[in-house]
């Protein structure tokens, strides 16, 4: 069995598939929490935001990571959330 991901190894996956402004991830190798924030999700919905992560982490998210939830954020939102 190859070795587990860790959160640092995830968030180098979506940081390189998705421009992001702020990620940070926790986890425990199998499941994973992540707050992204990317003027990707300016204009979307959630499920639009969940698919854009999801197509940056590709066949990872099926072979190496079993649960991910997220918190998906544009810049302005995690502006106003953090003011």
């Known amino acids: 069995m190859d070795t587990l991901p860790t ?9 390189a ?3 992001c402004e702020h990620v940070a991830v926790e986890g425990d190798g ?4 992540a707050i ?8 979307k919905r ?3 935001r969940h698919q854009l ?3 940056a982490l590709g066949d990872r998210m099926r ?3 079993h649960a991910l939830s997220m918190q998906t954020l544009t810049p302005e939102e995690w502006a106003n959330r953090a003011g």
């Not at 992204?36 to 204009?43: N, T």
């Open 17 to 19: 598939g998705l421009p």
């Open 53 to 55: 992560v999801y197509a």
């Open 36 to 43: 992204i924030v990317s003027p990707s999700f300016e204009g």
């Open 63 to 65: 072979a190496e990571i």
């Open 30 to 33: 199998h499941h994973f929490e």
């Open 46 to 48: 959630p499920v639009a």
């Open 7 to 15: 959160p640092e190894k995830v968030r180098e996956y979506i940081a």
